[in-house]
C-alpha cells in the first residue's frame, strides 16, 4: 500500500466533505462519504483524463454510438482499475469508515437494460485498458429502463432515481452544448462525460453522454397569465426525450418519442465531432473518413448516416457525392439479433413529422440503392425489398447495410445464419462487407471486482496478475486440473461465494437458501426466445414428481430467476408472474423444503448479477436455437467457474468448442436442423405423449395458480398448442425440447454429487474463458474494423 496515496484520499475526503456537504468528518452521512469519496476518485485522474483526450485528438479515433451502456457502479470499478482500492480503504478507515459500506451507497447508473448495454460497457474498459482511442456516444436517462418491483406477483414499473442526489461520476461539459433542430422543436444536448478507467494505464477513456435542455427555458407571459402548465410545457417535451430508455413504442406517440431520442444523441455526437475535426482541418472535410470511424451498436444509432450527410451538405458545402462517399467509409454496423422487431422500421410521417430534411436525405439514398442495384442486374422485386425505404416505412437495418463499410455479427454462429439467413442478400451483394466478431466480457469487473476470492487464487497459482489483461495466460493452469487440492479450493471458493449470495438473498427477499445446494442461475432479459418458460416447467415438473414420491433421492437445488419485461411485452410479464406463482408454490410446501426453492431477484441490474454469477453452478443458456446471437451472461458464468446448461445457440457453440462437450450439458435440437424439425412439429402431440408434461401446462389453465383473472396464463397455453392468425403454436419450440432438457438437467443435478469430477469441469471452464474477454474482442474491432493504434499517454 501507498501511505502517500493514502494520505492524499484522507485529506481530500476531508476538504470535500467540508466543501460539498459542509460537514466534518465525525458528522458526515455514510452517503456524503461517498459523494466525497468519488469526487476524490475524480480529482486523482482528472490530469490523466485531459491529457487522453488530448492524445487522442492528434490521430485516428473510433467513436462508439449506443443507445445504452449498463455501466453499472463506476466507484468500486475506478478503485480496482486505478491500483488505489487498500488506500482509499485505509483513508476511510482512519475516519471509522468501512469501505463496503461506502460502496454500497452508489445505485447503479440506469444507462441500459440488457447484454447489448453492457457489451457497449465492457468494449469501453477494454478500450481505455488497452489505450485504443475509442469514446462511447449515449443519452443520460434520468430514470433509465424502469426499477422493477413484484407486487402478487405481477411486474409493477417505477421510475429509476439514480442520480436524483447527484452523480459525480459524470461531469458536465456546459461549453460543449450543441443545438439539435426537429421540425416541432429545438432543444440543447448538454454533454455530460464519464472517466472509463483502464488497467494498468494512465489512458482514462470518456464515455459522452447527452442530455436535453430547452431552447427557451419557460414563457414568462404564460406564466404571468397563471397559465402554469402551458408555460413550462416545452420544458416537459425536451425532458422526455431522456427521461426513459426505451420508452413503450406500441402507440404512435411512443415511436415519435423514439426516433426522437435516437436523432437526439446522433445529431449531438456527430456535431461534437465536426468540431473538434475542424478545429484541426478548418473546413477541408477530405481527412474526416481518415481520422474517424463510427461503429453503430445495433441499428438505434442507423439515422447518424443521413445526419452526417447533412451537416457536411448543410455546413460543411460538400455535395451529396462527396457527402455520400464519406458517409460510406466512416460508419460501420453490429447487428446483435435476427428477430425482426429489432430491425427497426420507421413510418415516413414520423420523418416527415420531426425531420424532414433527413427524410429528404434518405430519399437520395435511397434513389442511388436503387440505381446502384440496377446495375448491378438485381431483379426489381429484390430491390424493392433490400430498399432503405418501402410500403410506407424507412428501414433502418437496411440503410445501414447499404452504407456502411462492415457488418458484423457478435458470435460465429450468429454470423453464419446472418449470412445465410437474415441477411442473405446483403451478404450475396457485399460480401467482404461481412465478418464476425464474437462478444466478450471485462475480466476486470466480472472477475477481478466481483469475485476476489477467486482472483487471488488465479494470481496465486500463476505467480502474477498478469492474467487481469491477458486471460489467455489462464490455460497455462491446464496441468492442475486433476490436482486434488486445487480442486478442493476451487468447490471452497465457489461455497463462500454460495454463502455470500445465499445472505444477500436473505437479505432482499427474507427466503433462506443454503450454500449446499445447486445454485440453478438464469438471470437476462425476459422473452420468450430465451426460454424463461422451460426452466419454468421443468421445475414444476420436478415439483409434482417430489409430490408423487415424497422419498425421490433428488440433490438439492434453488432455481434462481431475474429478469425484467419490457412494459408492453405483456407476455412476457405473464411468464414473470406465472414463475412467481410456482414460488409461492413450492417455497410454502414442507415436502420440499430443504430440497427445491425458487427464488426470483426483483430489479436486476449490474450490482446484482455481481452477486449472482460468482455463486452459480449451473448458467441457464436455454434459448431457441439460432434466436440467440451470442449472449454475454454464458461468459460471465463461465469466467467464475459455471457450468452451461443450454442449446447450441449463440456463444455457447464456441464455448463448448472451448471446454469439449464433456465440460457442458447441451440439449435440444440444432439451429441447423430447426426448420425442417419445425415442417412437422406438432406440439399438442408433445402435450398427449410426453411424461408429466399435460400435467403441468394444464396448471395454466385449471385455476392451480392464480393470474388475477387477467387470463395472462390462458394466453400462455393457447400460444404454446394453438398459436394464432399471426404465428404457429409454440413458436419457440418449448415443449419439442422439454423432454430433453429434463433428462440432460436431471443427469446435471446427479453429476453434482460427484464433487471432485464436478471441480475438474469448473476449473476448466475457468482457465478456457480467456477467448472470451472483451479485450480480445476490442483488439479484432482495432485490426480488423476501425483500423485504429494504442495511444498511450
Not at 445529431?267 to 481518415?290: P, T, V, W
Not at 432503405?388 to 450468429?414: D, E, F, Q, T
Request: hydrophobic share 40%; net charge negative; charged share 25%.
Amino acid at each position: 500500500m501507498n501511505s502517500k496515496t493514502s494520505k492524499f484520499f484522507k485529506e481530500a475526503i476531508a476538504a470535500h466533505l467540508a466543501s460539498t456537504a459542509g460537514k466534518s468528518t465525525k458528522t458526515a452521512t455514510t452517503w456524503e462519504y461517498w459523494n466525497a469519496l468519488a469526487l476524490s476518485i475524480n480529482q486523482t485522474l482528472a490530469l490523466d483524463w485531459e491529457r487522453t483526450r488530448e492524445r487522442y485528438r492528434e490521430g485516428r479515433q473510433q467513436h462508439y454510438f449506443s443507445a445504452e451502456f449498463l455501466v453499472g457502479r463506476s466507484m468500486l470499478n475506478n478503485l480496482v482499475n486505478l491500483g488505489v482500492y487498500e488506500e482509499a480503504k485505509a483513508a476511510l478507515e482512519e475516519y471509522g469508515q468501512n469501505i463496503d459500506d461506502i460502496l454500497e451507497e452508489e445505485h447503479d447508473a440506469a444507462l441500459g437494460n440488457g447484454g447489448l448495454g453492457r457489451l457497449a460497457a465492457c468494449f469501453l474498459d477494454s478500450s481505455a485498458t488497452l489505450d485504443y482511442p475509442v469514446t462511447g456516444y449515449g443519452i443520460l436517462y434520468r430514470y433509465g429502463l424502469f426499477r422493477q418491483e413484484f407486487q402478487d406477483g405481477f411486474q409493477r414499473e417505477f421510475p429509476d432515481s439514480w442520480m436524483e442526489e447527484g452523480y459525480p461520476f459524470v461531469v458536465p461539459k456546459r461549453d460543449d452544448r450543441v443545438r439539435i433542430h426537429y421540425n416541432d422543436l429545438d432543444v440543447y444536448a448538454v454533454p455530460y462525460d464519464m472517466p472509463i478507467t483502464g488497467y494498468g494505464t494512465k489512458n482514462v477513456n470518456t464515455l459522452r453522454l447527452w442530455r436535453p435542455e430547452p431552447y427557451e427555458e419557460f414563457d414568462f407571459n404564460l406564466f404571468n397569465s397563471q397559465r402554469f402548465d402551458d408555460s413550462v410545457r416545452e420544458r416537459n417535451r425536451v425532458e422526455d426525450i431522456c427521461r426513459v430508455l426505451y420508452p413503450n413504442d406500441s402507440t404512435y406517440d411512443g415511436k415519435v418519442l423514439r426516433v426522437r431520442q435516437q436523432y437526439f444523441f446522433v445529431s449531438a455526437s456527430l456535431q461534437n465531432i465536426f468540431k473538434e475535426y475542424c478545429n484541426r482541418h478548418g473546413n477541408d472535410m477530405s481527412h474526416f473518413s481518415e481520422e474517424h470511424c463510427i461503429q453503430m451498436n445495433d441499428t438505434h444509432p442507423v439515422i447518424a448516416i443521413p445526419e452526417l450527410m447533412r451537416i457536411l451538405m448543410s455546413e460543411h458545402a460538400c455535395t451529396f457525392e462527396q457527402a455520400f462517399d464519406i458517409a460510406k467509409s466512416c460508419f460501420a454496423y453490429t447487428n446483435h439479433t435476427i428477430l425482426t422487431e429489432a430491425m427497426e422500421q420507421w413510418d415516413i410521417g414520423i420523418f416527415q413529422f420531426l425531420m424532414p430534411e433527413i427524410l429528404k436525405l434518405i430519399y437520395r439514398i435511397d434513389d442511388r440503392f436503387r440505381s446502384d442495384m440496377a446495375q448491378r442486374g438485381l431483379h426489381g422485386d429484390l430491390i424493392n425489398y433490400l430498399a432503405p425505404i418501402g410500403n410506407g416505412k424507412v428501414r433502418m437495418a437496411w440503410i445501414a447495410c447499404y452504407m456502411a463499410y462492415s457488418i458484423n455479427g457478435v458470435a460465429a454462429l450468429h454470423t453464419e445464419i446472418l449470412k445465410s439467413d437474415t441477411l442473405k442478400d446483403w451478404y450475396k451483394i457485399f460480401p467482404e462487407k461481412f465478418n464476425n466478431k464474437t462478444n466478450g466480457v471485462t475480466p476486470r469487473r466480472w472477475l477481478r471486482v466481483c469475485n476476489p476470492e477467486l482472483s487471488k487464487f488465479l494470481t496465486e497459482r500463476l505467480g502474477s496478475e498478469e492474467w487481469i489483461t491477458d486471460m489467455q495466460k489462464l490455460s497455462q493452469l491446464a496441468p492442475l486440473a486433476d490436482d486434488p487440492s486445487v480442486l478442493k479450493e476451487i468447490m471452497a471458493i465457489k461455497k463462500e461465494k454460495k454463502r455470500q449470495c445465499a445472505a444477500y438473498i436473505a437479505d432482499r427477499l427474507g427466503i433462506e437458501v443454503s450454500e449446499n445446494a445447486i445454485f440453478d442461475v438464469q438471470i437476462k432479459r425476459l422473452h420468450e426466445y430465451k426460454r424463461q418458460l422451460l426452466n419454468a416447467f421443468y421445475i414444476l415438473d420436478l415439483y409434482f414428481r417430489i409430490k408423487d414420491n415424497p422419498r425421490l433421492d433428488v440433490p438439492p437445488r434453488v432455481c434462481i430467476f431475474a429478469a425484467k419485461a419490457a412494459p408492453g411485452y405483456a407476455r412476457a410479464k405473464a411468464i414473470i408472474k406465472f414463475i412467481n406463482e410456482i414460488a409461492r408454490v413450492i417455497n410454502q410446501d414442507p415436502v420440499t423444503a430443504g430440497r427445491l426453492k425458487v427464488v426470483f431477484l426483483p430489479n436486476y441490474n449490474v450490482s446484482q448479477a455481481m452477486h449472482l454469477f460468482p455463486a452459480a453452478d449451473i448458467s441457464e443458456q436455454i434459448s431457441t436455437a439460432g434466436k440467440e446471437a451470442s449472449g454475454t451472461g454464458n461468459m460471465k458464468f463461465m469466467m467464475n467457474g459455471a457450468l452451461t446448461l443450454g442449446t447450441m445457440d449463440g456463444a455457447n457453440v464456441e464455448i463448448v468448442d472451448a471446454v469439449g462437450e464433456e465440460n457442458a450439458y447441451i440439449f435440444g435440437v440444432r439451429s441447423e436442423d430447426m426448420a425442417a424439425t419445425r415442417a412437422y412439429y406438432n406440439p399438442q402431440w408433445q402435450y398427449e405423449n410426453i411424461p408429466g408434461l399435460k400435467r403441468v401446462l394444464d396448471t395454466l389453465v385449471n385455476n392451480f395458480f392464480d393470474d388475477g383473472g387477467t387470463s395472462m396464463f390462458k394466453d400462455l397455453y393457447d400460444s404454446l398448442l394453438r398459436g394464432s392468425s399471426w404465428e404457429p403454436a409454440d413458436v419457440y419450440y418449448v415443449l419439442g425440447d422439454f423432454d430433453h432438457y429434463r433428462k440432460v438437467r436431471d443427469q446435471m443435478a446427479e453429476d453434482y454429487l460427484d464433487q471432485n469430477a464436478w471441480a475438474r469441469k469448473s476449473f476448466i471452464n475457468i482457465i478456457n474463458s480467456g477467448r472470451f474477454s472483451s479485450d480480445r474482442t476490442i483488439e479484432d474491432y482495432a485490426g480488423d474494423v476501425w483500423h485504429i493504434e494504442a495511444e498511450k499517454i
